[in-house]
C-alpha cells in the first residue's frame, strides 16, 4: 500500500500551459505540504495544509494554487508554466502540525516545461 | 531563521569504509532533526530523527545524536555498502511546523 502518492509521476509540457499535480494520502494524516526540488537537489517548501486550511504559503508566485478537497488530498495547479517551474515536486503528510511530527514523502513529479 | 549547513559532496568511499556526513542547524527554540535518504530516481525516505537534546536516532546502522551544546547532528555508519549509495538529506523541523533541508551530500559507495 502506497502511503503518500502523486501523480503524474512525470509530466512534460510546453512554456505557457496550466497543469495540475495531484497528491493522496492514506496515512490518516491531517496535514501536508508541497516542496520544491531544482536541479541541484535543494528541497524548499511551497505550502501547507492542515485539515483543508492553508498554514503555510512561502514566497511563491501566486500562479501556483494549492488546493485540499478533504484532508488526505492536496492538489498543485500551475497556470501559464514558465521554464523555470522545471523540477521535482514533492508531496508530504503528518499527523499533525505540531514540532515533532515526521513528515512521509510522495514518490516526487517531475516536471519539465519546454 | 531557521538553517541547516551540511557537509559538501560528493563523498565517495570504499565498501566496508566509515561514514560521517556532518550537519550543523541555527534554529530558535527547540527544533526536532531528521535525515532523510534519497535513492537514485527515488522520493524521500526518513532516515532516522531526533526530538531533543541528546537523542540518538538510528536505522540500518547509521546512527546521529543531537547535541545542542554543538548545533550538530552528524550523521555516522561504521561500514558502508555499495546500496548505501544516495543524496543525503539533513533536516530541522521548527515551531513555524516548515522542514529545513541543507542542501543534500551524494554519497558513492564502490565495491
Known amino acids: 500500500d502506497t502511503a503518500v502518492s502523486q501523480t503524474p509521476k512525470y509530466l512534460v509540457t510546453q512554456m505557457g500551459n496550466d497543469k495540475s499535480i495531484k497528491c493522496e494520502q492514506n496515512?490518516?494524516?491531517?496535514?501536508m505540504y508541497w516542496y520544491k526540488q531544482d536541479s541541484k537537489k535543494f528541497l524548499k517548501i511551497m505550502f501547507s495544509?492542515?485539515?483543508?486550511?492553508?498554514?503555510i504559503n512561502e514566497t511563491v508566485p501566486n500562479r501556483f494554487s494549492p488546493k485540499s478537497p478533504d484532508k488526505a488530498h492536496l492538489n498543485l495547479h500551475i497556470n501559464s508554466l514558465e521554464l523555470g517551474d522545471s523540477a521535482v515536486y514533492f508531496c508530504?503528510?503528518?499527523?499533525?502540525?505540531?514540532?515533532?511530527?515526521?513528515?512521509?514523502f510522495g514518490p516526487g513529479t517531475r516536471l519539465t516545461v519546454l | 531563521g531557521n538553517s541547516v549547513t551540511q557537509m559538501e559532496g560528493p563523498v565517495t568511499l570504499s565498501e566496508e569504509a566509515f561514514l560521517t556526513i556532518n550537519c550543523t542547524y541555527t534554529?530558535?527554540?527547540?527544533?526536532?532533526l531528521f535525515w532523510y535518504v534519497q535513492y537514485p530516481g527515488e522520493g524521500l525516505q526518513l532516515l532516522l530523527k531526533?526530538?531533543?537534546?541528546?537523542d540518538k536516532g538510528s536505522n540500518k546502522g547509521f546512527e546521529a545524536t543531537y547535541r545542542k551544546e554543538t548545533t550538530s547532528f552528524h550523521l555516522e555508519k561504521g561500514s558502508v555498502q555499495v546500496s548505501d549509495s544516495a543524496v543525503y538529506f539533513c533536516a530541522l523541523l521548527g515551531s513555524n511546523y516548515k522542514l529545513t533541508f541543507g542542501k543534500g551530500t551524494l554519497l558513492t559507495v564502490n565495491p
Open positions: 531526533a526530538t531533543k537534546a541528546d
Open positions: 495544509y492542515n485539515n483543508k486550511e492553508l498554514i
Open positions: 534554529a530558535t527554540g527547540y527544533p526536532s
Open positions: 496515512l490518516g494524516h491531517d496535514t
Open positions: 508530504a503528510s503528518s499527523s499533525t502540525s505540531g514540532s515533532t511530527d515526521t513528515q512521509y
